[in-house]
């Protein structure tokens, strides 16, 4: 099949025009759920194909039209190593998400187009070749999550809403600044984003490739987010419906680490003089952000806005492993994405049901849950061990590579990030024990376990992450190849 | 039939039986506990049959690939063996008792789930060929630890100890991992160019390290072996990570017993002797090893003497058990490969006796419903097989024997044979032959075993001699419950005397055979001890003979028998009083029975105060009112700005839904309508 990835990116949105149109809750779901799992479907198709030894900057599947011709500009589609397991992740991740939000009463159409809307945007960043289209589905992504926090949103859902769009838009815009300038001053008449990776170290002037470089890392750091841009994050998180949060911290963060891996690791060979700067600016960022999310997640009360800033610290193994820049470390960061959208789901999903069963999310008002929620109990304790890296789950084989390749280039801030390894088990059995057990708290009323339709993507997600953990091999073959050819690394 | 095939059976049973005690148990109710039991004696006959099949010179050995530069892999040698009986045989018997012990709690089912997993962890870990599928199962290990402790997660102070028992641990682990990541380190830099490409030859399998040990550089060496160290210390709750071990008993005792004797401790001087070799290779490891050893040894002991709850006590002497094991492996620094065998023999005897004084003392609580000692007392009468097996495991525990031999056979109960051997053919030939801190050691060892003598015999008198302190209705245990005890006693009474010396000796092939010697002909653990700046003297220390000194040779016996004549004359005789110098104006007393403040300053202000007080409010404060302030003042203008946007705000989603649709379209249309 030709036109496979346009199918995968456009059923989504097909979907979402149907299901705003429904009238009832059971015809926007049921239509919801077809039109997100679906892609699924078409995606394990090509997946299975997939040649994962030719895995970097090697297109498989490819679609090009011409679109705005005399500007350079395509609809041009196609995936590699970096790219194909993350369109799995968000594949697997939306219809569990759908199921997940099986029982939502607020004028479900809207809200389960706007998912879908997503779905179709996060895919497009994922499968764009031209650095045109992927800024146009970049910021197709803001809008219906701004919605869904507008709109299904918590009390103060007006300020974080606005918050969420406008700051990491201003990323945005700064990131297509960077974009112009790699256009225009490559000279290439094109923006196809393989020619202009490799036009890139072409550029004469060294500062200009460092500027536009920088560029396109502010975009992709507010994205991830990496401390000191991250505060955005928590904010949307606290008030965004929880089928949202799942979203903003399964997919939508990855888009700022596929930026990493697809534009940002490529250039590095060709920044001369500043390689060795940039990477250590990168290496600060990331111990940083880690070290300073993990103390944050810490002190928090409300267990949402922990699970939001464990994602910061989490995403910060993103970039130390990219910017250790050899094939251990980046296959490791590279995994860390696929395997942290899956336990964070899992993470946001328990605390939803939480949220919904008792609501309130602070962790001292809880205590003794597994009492009365025994089944959550157990799928919350799978999520919040796989977060703390417990081996033989997805996230300890991430971490480990991340480590350990980190510490065969950038021995220093290796271990500095493994300073946070007992904090983040802190914080994680802290919550645990303050909220899940102890006596119950009778002032929590009479709360229902799972339904049936909360625990099916619960279960489903907790399986995935064992089974990664276990044999990460189909993921991690192809992110490995991929990592080998980046030019450069060691 | 070659049985080593089946050596994936033994810890993929009890996982199988994990899942299906999760997915049945409820059904079955009180037979839940039969699905993990003839999983577990069914890996107990594998590890016998491959025993008998390897036995005395033979190895299992496969390895398959895993991912990216990791491999699978099984590796029974003589040292895995024993641990694998061990291990399968003690969580055998635990098992069987807790089919009487838990029969009555709601939550069996997910007891007996968690404790399959538990043994298949620690199954995993002795089995594991490369380190870095040993700190896995290791990891897997603390997950069931934290599973059970915290099994009656009900009660506060049990969720409190579990996540205590985890995050001791886990700053052990963090240190194991980074000498992991270290090891690897240099392997990939120096070993990786001698042995070629990936594929073929994975750099953190056991054999691949050991092979090529002398490649890495003896600094590496050193910074690596004490950050494995670091891990044993958390596991295996040596000073200063031993505080979560008292805590532990939280959970059922049974839990207690797998924990102390069969499924955890153990992990971590499996460790060192596991990775031995490493760590003779390095210079001053393993008189490290030794010092925190016999400190602990002595150090535990003295909280021993105070404590009024009956598993604390055993909690305590079970962190001074693993300070001897510890510290016999340490004077291998002196005594060379031979270490190896005198710390597992203690392990293995130890393991018998523990199990036995947990199940004991479970029984105890069982008919009397008290932990506390000064409740207990006269239950001599009323439970004759339990104070008689406990009897056997604490005579065993005190190390009381006779120093004389009748051919191989050492005359003594088996904590005696081993912890003799650790003091005298360890402790004492290291200080004769000149090891550092020799005297220091050899102290440490014999001061913490008179002590223990004394705590032994104080917790059994308390127990089972003198009045009844409380009207209580005590009864002895059922038979599946005084069965386990019974086999346990006997052990504990007599493994040591009639298995030492075949025992050393095979033991000792762990690390001298075929294998071994075509790395180094002139002896391998020689050569490496060499590097690390040791030396061992030539003749075997099993063969020398030390008796030249017959006071020295009696003193691990003195100190048994004057520590028995001392707890009699107290708590039997009461001779003197116990509350004279046993109370809180007592500033010694105090600071044993406070545990030396460790409560106050582990969990109040190193956790409390310092990470959570300082680091994380801080961070929150910055987050909050700087970094997000910054953002917050930057934004307002550009909200202000925004207040037209704002305006258009009707607050009916159709019109922003139609207007997001209509806006995606036109921009598209617009683009290429325009330009096509």
Redesign the interface.
Known sequence: MDSVLSLILFIPLIGA?LT?FTKTRESARMIALIGSAVPLIFTVMIYLQFDSTKAFLVFQSVEKFS?????GINYYLGVDGVSMPLILLNAILCPLTVIYAWGENK?PN?FF?LLLVLQAGVFGVFMALDFFLFY?FWE?TL?PLY?LIS?WGGPNKDYAA??FF??TH?ASLVMLLGIFALYFSTGVNTFEIPVLLEAFAGITSPEMRVAIFLALFFGFLVKMPT??FH??LPDAHVEAPTAGSVLLAGVLLKMGGYGLFRVLLPMIEGLGPYRSDIITLMAVLAVVSIL?AT??A???KDLKKMVAYSSVAHMGYVMLGAAAFNF?SV?GAMFQQFSHGLITAVLFMSVGVIQHSVHTRIISDLG?L??RMPKLAFLMMAGF?ASLG???MSG??AE??V??GS??TL?VF??LA?LG???T??YH??A??RA?????NEKLGEPHDLAFYEMIPMAILVLLIILFGV???PV??VF?YASKIIPGVM | MDFGTLAFLIPTLPVIAFVLTLAFGNKLQSRAGYISIVAIALSFLISVLIFLQIYPHGTVEQSAH????LNVGIFIDPLAIVMLLMVTFVSLLIHIYALGYMSHDPGKTRYFAETALFTAAMLGVILADNI?QF???W??VG?CS?LLI?FW????S???A??KA??TT??G??LF??G???L??NM?THVLPEVGGHGTVYLLQFKTIFEHLTLIPTDQLTIITLLFFGGAVGKSGQFPLHVWLPDAMEGPTTVSALIHAATMVTAGVYLVARTFPMFIAAPESLIIVALIGGFTALFASTMGLVMNDIKRVLAFSTISQLGYMMMGLGVGAIIGAEAVGFAMFHLINHAFFKACLFLCAGSVIHAVGTNDLREMGGLFGKMKITATTMLFSSLALAGIGIPVSIGAIKLGTSGFVSKDAIILEGAYSYLHFGGAYGSLIFFFGVAAALLTSIYTFRLWFMAFTGKPRQERHAHESPLSMTVPLMILAVLALVFGALTFSPFIHYLETTYENEFFEEIDPNGYIHGLAERGGYHIPEEPIVHLDLAHDTLIMMLPVIAGLLGFIISWAIYHKRLFSVASIGNMRNPLFRILAKRYYQHEIFIELI?LKF??GV???T??FI?RKI??GI?DGI?SF??GG?EVLKKIQTGV??N??TA??LG?AL?ALV??WG??
């Open positions: 025009a705003l679109w705005i011709s005399n500007l004028q809207q187009a146009i197709l809008i919605f709109i606005i918050k406008i700051y201003v401390v000191p505060t955005w300073y103390f944050l810490l002190a928090q251990m296959s003794g597994a009492d061990m417990l081996p033989a300890f084989v480990f590579l480590l350990t510490y065969l021995p290796a271990l493994m390894i007992v904090a088990a802190g059995l802290w645990m024990q899940m057990f102890g006596s119950y044999y990460p091999g991690m073959d490995e | 895993w991912f990216s530069v870095l700190f896995i199962a990891e897997l997950l934290y915290g997660f009900r009660k506060p049990a969720a409190a579990a996540k985890f995050l886990r700053v682990d963090v991992l980074a992991i990541v270290i690897y380190f990939y956790s990470t959570y680091l994380a409010l961070g929150e987050d970094v997000d953002i934004s550009i909200i925004a989603v159709q922003y839904a997001t649709v995606v921009i683009l290429s330009v096509i």
